[in-house]
């Protein structure tokens, strides 16, 4: 049982975790917010729908280089310790951060422009390909068995934040600048927000301890030797990715879309669909450590298994509801409730994951589990969501993305609790 203050120097932990996290999904959100200015700043076509699909394009680019990261980055946290790790990751995504907030357009540098805007996603990429995972396994690290999911819920909730930030920050510009002055500079406004908060960050990750599971284990002793771990439970691998692949396609499509979706499907507001954007941030927020805590008390299968069922049973008919009358009112309901269903499954499925992944290598088999989803699936969403839009003609088509990605990681829920009823072969993986 932890002592209050005990409690107080964990929270404090969380914080300082949770810092890189908020950035990478700050930075990340303000693209996807402004992707229709960033398209006509850097990517100028004939063709609006031309332009806006290659900044979603570059904007998904990113999950190129998360593999790399996984493998590279990971193998360092694995080997050096997670405190280490997780301020090689924040300095690059300072780096990616600065990149898109002070290239000039390409009106003024032309082909430059882009070039530089598609390796500084390069960048971002090869960061996320571990901080994500970083943090979630420091913070199963630091957690007792039976509050771990409380504690790694915290990660998401600090993506949550950055979601809130980002949004906020699209009503605010939205409601004081035209739009003209939103294409001319407005939009990089939070992306110089994001570089001046950098140093806080750095001071307050810096502080970070090194968890005591680190200290007192053996470790991997090179890279090599951790991917002969992963390659031995390559299945472990393969059933995280599964599982993954809802909870990045949802995450993308309610955190990170919404504006996208509701501007240029729909032709609403930016105001409304930046406040539809800021409450489903806030509902995340709120959410995520509730569904951690359930999957402490009830166990993690429960919503494993019925997320991914409702995702199937009402993605679709809720995004029909919506076509029919387009509205702020339908959007935020709409987006509320996948926003929900997301929360529940990412309180659950964090925790859950540091408790399969082989000891020895779990910054790194997290990490390559989060890139794969996420570069298959995930981080192509906004992208895949328009296409299917503009090729069939149907508003409600992203929600056939959704549910194919649901009937994915129910399978995944299945295989994985086939896995553990052999429990030898799970304490071994675990343990090693």
Known sequence: MLTPAQRKEKMKAVIRAGT?????????????????????????????????????????????????????????????????????????????????????????????????????????????????????VYLAEIATPKNRGFYCSWQGGSQALGVMAATGLGVLLTLTLTQEEMQEFGWRIPLIVGCAIIPVLFWLRRSLQETEYFENSTHARSTLEILRILGEHWPILAIGVMLTILNTTTFYFVNTYTPTYGMRTFGLDPLGTFMVALAVGTASFVLLPVGGTISDRIGRFPTLIGVPILVLATSYPAMLWLDAAPGFGRLLVVQLWLASLYAMYAGTLVPLLTEIIPGKARSSGYAIVLSLANGLFGSFTPAIATFMIEMTGNRASPALWLSACAALSLLGSLALWRFMAKPAAHAAAVAE
């Open 20 to 136: 890189g996290n908020f950035l990478e999904l700050y930075d990340f959100l303000v693209y996807a917010y402004f992707a229709t200015y960033i398209a006509r700043a850097f990517f100028p076509t004939q063709s609006e729908f031309v332009s806006l699909m290659l900044a979603l394009g570059t904007y998904g680019v990113a999950s190129i280089a998360r593999p790399f990261g996984a493998v590279i980055l990971g193998s360092y946290m694995d080997r050096h310790g997670r405190r280490k790790g997780l301020l090689v990751t924040l300095t690059l995504m300072a780096i990616g951060t600065a990149s898109l907030a002070f290239t000039p357009g390409y009106e003024s540098i032309g082909i430059l422009a882009p070039i530089i805007i598609t390796l500084g996603r390069l960048i971002q990429g090869f960061s996320l390909g571990v901080e994500a995972g970083g943090v979630n």
